[in-house]
């Protein structure tokens, strides 16, 4: 840790205090400091007493290059150099910036940033985050790994990651791109097994061929979805003064671009964990037919035409339940209850009926996939639902998403859902367009085992 700092609201305290806890050993350097927080601090990278694996650079931008060059000469194989004040700020900060990027060139040493929040990962307790934990909490362990060329949008991201009880695998700001780049980080992830679905916010491409070329690969093992701003020409102007990046590829381009890789784009963070959770989870739709199941008239409508409409929604389609499964329904439910497409359960809905009927439509012959609407206002509710919705999350042949509209008690019970694997949302629109997403992964994963690609 080059720049460990006594000052708490230093990046230096704030980094090695987080850091403190993990799974390695660590080594603080200041030469000015005897021990930091119970470590041993060393004047210098060179006094180090064994070859690290990182070296976290916490410098300004002017020691920046200095304190690369002795991590080169160390021949440690990777520096995160957090410090801002480089191609983003112009000119002078480009020129230190390129030569950052030819000290590391042709070295044994691999360069992060600068401009980084750097990486994070909650298995291993590894966070070089400048951001105390007490104002911006750490997701758990997950299944969903998170490439941001903004650091901003990538702690929105895991904020909101764990303020629903969705776990992350990792999450890495590349920064400036001075050296590694999402390309890299692509490739990596791509045999991460821990990752099973990669999640890409994208101002500009280091190398846009190589992109193609990558994630063309990487969909066909694992979903990615990705949002790439700077289309516009005052977007380009507001990410190269953020991240000093050249984003010029217009939008139509980006688009093809992205759809024959196999990338799923998305419009912003919150669509981009949306559909990364649902992908993570539950994988991919083979089919259009959606069944509602619900208790609420009202939002079985709203879902309906999100689920059909084409200019206003998702272009799916409602499924037609057969006459045998509607029968059996109506066996289930009481008499003033819907048994047609959405099933609605009414007022006097419990536990039970849920159980039951969700069990009938898993095996209707015309469904593809259920969204399951959850109200807890009836009285016959209670929180074992949570225990029947994931097991048939778990156990049933058709895909489920749950959405649950309300306030305070809802959301606990969405994140109780979460934590245990089972993508939910808190409007119709959010979980019409996470089936949207999986039918659009399941469609170009059809496309290439028919054209022999997979």
């Known amino acids: 840790m080059v720049g460990a700092s006594s000052q708490p609201e230093k990046a230096g305290n704030v980094i090695l205090r987080q850091l403190i806890g993990g799974t390695f050993r660590i080594y603080p350097v200041n030469p000015n400091r005897h021990d930091l927080l119970g470590l041993l601090c060393y004047p210098s990278v060179s006094a180090l007493p064994e070859k690290v694996d990182v070296a976290i650079l916490s410098v300004t931008a002017a020691a920046t290059l200095q304190a690369v060059e002795e991590c080169v000469q160390a021949k440690i194989p990777y520096v995160i ?14 020129v ?25 990962v909650p298995a291993r307790k590894f966070d070089t985050f400048f951001l105390p934990r007490e104002r911006s909490p750490r997701p758990k362990d997950g299944s969903i790994s998170i490439i941001s060329q903004s650091g901003s949008v990538l702690v929105g991201m895991y904020e909101m990651a ?5 776990g ?46 990558l994630a063309k690969e990487v969909s066909k093992k694992k979903p990615v979805v990705a949002v790439k701003v700077g289309t516009t020409s005052s977007g380009a102007r507001a990410a190269a003064s953020h991240t000093g990046a050249i984003a010029t590829s217009s939008d139509a381009l980006v688009s093809g671009v992205f759809k024959q890789a196999g990338v799923l784009r998305v419009a ?20 259009d037919r959606i069944a509602i199941v619900g208790s609420a008239g009202g939002f079985g409508v709203i879902a309906t035409d999100y689920i059909a409409s084409k200019s206003k929604g998702f272009g799916l389609r409602m499924a037609s339940l057969g006459e045998d499964t509607k029968a ?8 003033f209850a819907s ?8 007022g006097v809905v419990n536990d039970q009926m849920y159980h039951e009927v969700i069990e009938l439509v898993q095996g209707a012959e015309n469904v593809d996939a259920i969204l399951l609407n959850l109200l807890f206002q009836p009285p016959g509710m209670t929180v074992g639902v949570v225990d029947v919705v994931e097991r048939w999350a778990r156990k049933g042949k058709k895909p489920m998403v749950v959405c649950c509209v309300g306030g305070t008690f809802p959301r606990s019970i969405l994140r109780r859902l979460e934590e245990k694997g089972v993508p939910t949302y808190g409007t119709m629109r959010r ?11 399941g469609q170009y994963l059809g496309r290439i085992k028919e054209g022999g690609a997979a």
């Open 96 to 120: 230190v910036q390129k030569r950052i990027a030819e000290a590391v060139q042709g070295s044994e040493t691999r360069l992060l940033g600068p401009n980084t929040m750097g990486v994070m």
């Open 168 to 213: 992350l695998r990792s999450c890495v700001g590349v920064g400036n791109k001075a050296d590694l780049n999402e390309n890299d980080f692509l490739e990596y992830l791509a045999h991460d097994h821990g990752t099973k679905c990669i999640g890409m916010y994208i101002e500009s491409f280091a190398d846009g061929a190589a992109f193609f070329d």
């Open 339 to 346: 048994v047609e497409n959405p099933v609605d359960l009414t």
């Open 162 to 166: 764990e303020d629903h009880g969705v």
């Open 268 to 287: 912003d963070d919150f669509e981009l964990l949306d559909a990364a959770k649902a992908l993570a989870h539950i994988g991919q739709v083979k089919g």
């Open 81 to 94: 150099s957090v410090a801002g004040g480089f191609s983003e700020m112009g000119e002078e900060g480009s």
């Open 431 to 441: 979980a019409v367009f996470a089936l949207r997403c999986l039918y659009e992964r």
């Open 328 to 335: 059996r329904l109506r066996e289930k439910v009481p008499p």
